[in-house]
Each structure stands twice: as structure tokens, then as C-alpha cells.
């Protein structure tokens, strides 16, 4: 006999939020929910994992949570579809290829993609580093190429000097460089260019994590353009590809890979929906809209009010748990409780060697592989909760 349907609770995305959530709602169902998830794929990527996968140290698998497995589970429904659009006087969800989905309370956990927009033939030329799975398309590719003509000469281009940028810089070179001296051709074939606007790497971390990766980058033969706008980029030929800065300095690259600062996707401007200035959700500190309480969001969609932090996985990690809290509450019609997230926190940057930096404040400890070996412990910790 089917159970009488008396809520529909719909999530929107992948984001590590709504993975904690969905395996929370598994472990704590609640009679008369019906639970759905819209999401692109069937599987989402683990940023912790992420780089590492790119240097060859992890699996596709090992990053990646499986959302159908996780979707079982929870007893929800999955749909693979993009959302177009919300209609939230008539509370639905307006997707891509399949009709509209009702729901009476609705989470947005979409992640976030880097800002292309404003720099000529970016999106036309530059492969974003969101979504992920475009990246790594492309990643798999470049490393096909290599391997079927390692003699050849090949230089990248990496735009955006912030966490992101620095792993994803290291974990190519790692990789690539395996691949050349397998291949018994010089390490010097392979040039990377890291491109960015401020004039220190980690423009938003202390001092003392800029000078250690600084010094990583440079002991790496990673060539830095430190103070460089990029304001365009254009195509030569088939192959080659020019980056141009505002300062005049031109660079010859076969491939860019854009990873500058986070931005909302454009459907969400045109839903009504309080944002702040980059578009994200403006939510208070039960991670509910400012504008519509039947919708919450978390991860680096959202922009909490009162406490608004950097966009890293380690807050997304972090409400998820809240999230599912007052989701609950929200459905039973009980007092929704405040989170409020830590003021500093523990960084662990891969160095794409099996080595990693650790800072947490002003307090930094140069690139070990014990730190490595603790990030791993702490990211397979993390992944070993869905696979269970």
C-alpha cells in the first residue's frame, strides 16, 4: 500500500551539502516525504579528491559519489536534468527536458562556476574549471595526446592564482611530467604559465602560505605572471592559442584553463530570488532565502548574511548536516536552528607529489608527505561515508 504523499521536499544539485543530507535522510527518514533530486549527472565530484585525480594519485571513482546509489538509499527519486528556472509564486522546479517539478519546500545545492564573461574569446577558448566534468573531458584528452606524442612540445595556461589554480597547476605538471619521463623525453617539453591579477598567489590566505607556495611554484619551474589581468584570448590556428594581459605581455599556449573567481548562474537572476551582487542566495543563518523561506540553499550557491565566507568545500562540508537539520524541522514545523560557521579553518593544499601544505590562520607548515598522508586519511574518511 502506498504511503499518502504529504510534503515534497525537492533538491536541486549534487554539492556535497545535499550529498550529507541525502545520506542523513536515509539514516532519518521521514513518513509523507516524498524526496527528490534533480541533478546533471549521476555522479558528482569530491573537491578535496579532485587534484588529486588530476596528478594520477586517485581513481575516477574515488573522487567521485555515486548520486543514484546515495538517491537509493534515501529513498528519492533522481532526475538527471539541468534546471532552466524556478517558478516559486507556483512552487516549481522548471527543467531542461522534462516537465516542471512541484515542491513545498525546495534546497538549492548547484555549486558554482568561474566568471569567463568579461574577458573576450575566455568562454570560446578556455576550458572553466566548473563544471568539473567539462574539465576533466577535456584533462583526459590533453593526457591522450601526450601519451600518443610525448616528443612534442606543450604549454599550458592557467588562469586564476587562488587555491584552485595553484592544485590544479601542480597536479598537471605532476602528471604530465610522469608521463615525459616515461617516455624518456625532457621534462622542459612541458611549460606551465600561471596567470594572475594580484600581485601575491593566495590573495585571500596569510602571508605565510603565499611565500611557501610562492616558493613551490617557483622551485617547480612554474612560470608566474603575478599583477597580470589576461583580457583576451584569441586563436592563432587549430592548435595555438594566445593569451594577452592588460600590461601588453602576450603568451603562446596550447591549451587555458580558466579558474578565477566563483559566479552564480545566470537563470538565477531571473527568478526573483534575494541575491547578492555575483548572484548567489542570499540566506540567513538557518541557511534559508532572505526572500522565500521555503527555499534553502547551501554550498557555494549560497552567501550566508551574517557570517559570509570564502567559497570552499570545507564550508559545503560543513552544512550539510544544519541543512538536513532544519529541513526536518521546517517539514515537523518546529523552531529552525542557527549554524554559524567557523571563523578560520584547517587548509591542506596538495601539492600533486604526494606532499601538501598545511595552513590554518597565520600558522602554516611547509609542503610534507606526513600532511599529504593526513589530507588523504581525512578526504578517504570523508568518501568512505557513501560507500557504505
Sequence with gaps: MQQNVLKDLVLVGGGHSHAIALRMFGRKPLPGVRLTLITPASDTPYSGMLPGHIAGLYSYDECHIDLQKLANFAHAQLYIDSVANLDLDNHQVICANRPAVNFDLLSIDIGSTPATISVPGAAEY???????AKLLKS?????????????EKLKIAIVGGGAGGVELALSMQAHLQQILIANQQPIQNLEIHLFNRHQEILSHYHSSVQRQVKQVLTNRDIQLHLGESVSQITQ???ELLIVKCESGLVVECDQVFWVTQASAPDWLKTTGIG???????????????QTHPQVFAAGD???MINHPRPKAGVFAVRQGKPLFENLQRMILGQLLKPYIPQQQYLSLIGTGDKRAIATKGSFTLPPHSLLWRWKDWIDRRFMEQFSE
Design 275 to 289: 541575491t547578492d551582487e555575483q548572484g548567489f542566495i542570499l540566506v540567513n543563518d538557518t541557511l534559508q532565502s
Design 126 to 132: 578556455s576550458i572553466p574549471a566548473k563544471p568539473v
Design 236 to 238: 592563432i590556428n587549430e
Design 301 to 303: 550557491i549560497a552567501t
Design 139 to 151: 584533462w583526459y584528452k590533453l593526457l591522450q595526446n601526450l601519451h600518443a606524442h610525448p616528443q
